[in-house]
T-cell receptor
Framework: DTAVSQTPKYLVTQMGNDKSIKCEQN?????MYWYKQDSKKFLKIMFS???????INETVPNRFSPKSPDKAHLNLHINSLELGDSAVYFC??????????????FGPGTRLTVL | KNQVEQSPQSLIILEGKNCTLQ??????????LRWYKQDTGRGPVSLTI?????NTKSNGRYTATLDADTKQSSLHITASQLSDSASYIC????????????FGTGTRLTVIP
C-alpha cells in the first residue's frame, strides 16, 4: 500500500560501475521526479517526467538517465559511477501535469555509496 | 539570483514548547511556497502549500505564514512533541518546470524531553 516505493533502499558499489534504482508510484499521478540529497541534506531536483516529456536539470551529468517504462514507473540509471555520486536519491510523484504546481509525494530514498 | 534561505540551521527545544522556523526567498516570479517535514532516513512529507494570495495555512499543530511582499515565510509549531524532531525544508516554485523549484537547506529541529 506504499504510495511511492523505491528499490533498493541501500546500494553500495565500486567506482566505474553502472547501476539502476527503481521507482514505482501507485497514486495514479502524472508526473514523477528524481532528487539527489547530498551529505549536507540539500535536496536538488534532477529530472521530472510527465506524459513522456522529460525535463532535465541542466547541471545533471549525462551519466544519469531516467527511464520510464510506463506512467507508474521512473527508474534512474547511472553509468560510470563516481565517488561524488554518493548521496541519497529520492523519487517523487505529483498529480499535476504542470511540474511545480502541486504537492509532491516522496519515496523512502535510496542511499547510494560509491567506493 | 533565485535563492531560498532558512534559519536557524538547527534548533533544540523542550517538549511542549512552541517554535518558529523562518524561510526568506528571492525567487521571482512566485508561484507557491511549500513546507516539508523530513524525518531521519525518510523522504520529505508535505506540510503546507501556499500560493500568492494565501497568508496563512494550518496543518494540525503546524501553521505556515506567507508575506509575499517581504518574501518571507514562517512555520510555527505549537506544543512540540518528540515526533516533531526532523528537518523542515522550505521550497519555492517560480512557476511550472523542474528548473523552477528552489529548495532551502532546511532547519534541523530536535525536541528533547
Amino acid at each position: 500500500d506504499t504510495a511511492v516505493s523505491q528499490t533498493p533502499k541501500y546500494l553500495v558499489t565500486q567506482m566505474g560501475n553502472d547501476k539502476s534504482i527503481k521507482c514505482e508510484q501507485n497514486l495514479g499521478h502524472d508526473t514523477m521526479y528524481w532528487y539527489k540529497q547530498d551529505s549536507k541534506k540539500f535536496l536538488k531536483i534532477m529530472f521530472s517526467y510527465n506524459n513522456k516529456e522529460l525535463i532535465i536539470n541542466e547541471t545533471v551529468p549525462n551519466r544519469f538517465s531516467p527511464k520510464s517504462p510506463d506512467k507508474a514507473h521512473l527508474n534512474l540509471h547511472i553509468n560510470s559511477l563516481e565517488l561524488g555520486d554518493s548521496a541519497v536519491y529520492f523519487c517523487a510523484s505529483s498529480q499535476d501535469r504542470m511540474v511545480g504546481l502541486g504537492e509532491q509525494f516522496f519515496g523512502p530514498g535510496t542511499r547510494l555509496t560509491v567506493l | 539570483k533565485n535563492q531560498v534561505e532558512q534559519s536557524p540551521q538547527s534548533l533544540i527545544i523542550l517538549e511542549g514548547k512552541n517554535c518558529t522556523l523562518q524561510c526568506n526567498y528571492t525567487v521571482s516570479p512566485f508561484s507557491n511556497l511549500r513546507w516539508y517535514k523530513q524525518d531521519t532516513g525518510r523522504g520529505p512529507v508535505s506540510l503546507t502549500i501556499m500560493t500568492f494570495s494565501e497568508n496563512t495555512k494550518s496543518n494540525g499543530r503546524y501553521t505556515a505564514t506567507l508575506d509575499a511582499d517581504t518574501k518571507q515565510s514562517s512555520l510555527h509549531i505549537t506544543a512540540s512533541q518528540l515526533s516533531d524532531s526532523a528537518s523542515y525544508i522550505c521550497v519555492v516554485s517560480a512557476g511550472t518546470g523542474a528548473n523552477n523549484l528552489f529548495f532551502g537547506t532546511g532547519t534541523r529541529l530536535t525536541v528533547i524531553p
